[in-house]
């Protein structure tokens, strides 16, 4: 089967421990974006790869880091430095950035207390 | 920056209804338009892409259209069934942006 994967589908840290959320897809596709998801507004974007070895900060970056080593694989650090960390955070990618269709993963919820 | 607006925010309809949602957004400079449905505690299904070359897409008893003048776009469901039952997003991809702009999305109810 095609598709993206996220994992876990929950996750639960104390304030102040750092915590990775795995993004994996099989669709060979260039492009891979985080978003993260709050009551009553639109997802925003993270961090967003064009490309292996290549990242860019979206509009909430901060107290957030990401790598892509693979190109099938794109994990989002949440770090202690992130304010207000517990949210529904998205995976996506595309054939390419552009205009082409972004899928998305099932989504990993982050509590943290 | 772009703005994307859903009205309403939710809607309840009987099963078998014809329904339209709506969306709206401030920059008409876009890629293409993305219509998705979440269902709770869920990742987004893609529906329908909409290029800014295109006035509608359609797939089974979805419809979708693009009005890139005036900054609109509507998704036209024929015959709603409970299993339509979820929350619809639109999102836009702009020109210049490296990302798509949401909406906060319509909620749907369709009643027994």
């Known amino acids: 089967d095609g598709g993206i994967t996220q994992s876990p589908k929950y996750l639960f840290r104390k304030e102040g421990q750092n915590v990775t959320l795995s993004c994996e897809q099989n669709l060979n596709h260039d492009a891979m974006y985080w978003y993260r998801q709050d009551p009553g507004q639109g997802l925003r974007l993270i961090y967003y790869?064009?490309?292996?070895?290549?990242?860019q900060k979206g509009d909430i970056a901060e107290g957030y880091s990401v790598s892509r080593e693979k190109k099938e694989s794109f994990p989002l650090t949440v770090t202690s430095a992130q304010k207000n960390p517990t949210a529904f955070y998205l995976c996506?990618?595309?054939?390419?950035?552009?205009?082409?269709?972004?899928?998305f993963g099932p989504g990993t919820r982050l509590t943290v207390t | 920056k772009q703005e994307v607006t859903q009205i309403p925010a939710a809607l309840s309809v009987p099963e078998g209804e014809n329904l339209v949602l709506n969306c709206s957004f401030t920059?008409?400079?876009?890629?293409?338009l993305q219509w998705f449905r979440q269902d709770p505690g869920k990742g987004l299904t893609s529906l329908l892409l909409?290029?800014?070359?295109?006035r509608e897409q359609t797939s089974g008893r979805l419809n979708a259209s693009l009005d890139k003048s005036s900054g609109r776009s509507t998704l036209y469901i024929a015959a709603s069934q409970p299993g339509d039952s979820a929350t619809y997003l639109c999102a836009v991809k702009g020109t210049g942006a490296n990302n798509l702009f949401f909406g906060t999305g319509t909620r749907l109810t369709v009643i027994p």
């Open positions: 996506a990618s595309s054939l390419q950035q552009g205009s082409h269709e972004q899928y």
């Open positions: 790869s064009q490309i292996v070895n290549d990242f």
């Open positions: 920059d008409s400079a876009i890629y293409n």
């Open positions: 909409i290029q800014s070359s295109q």
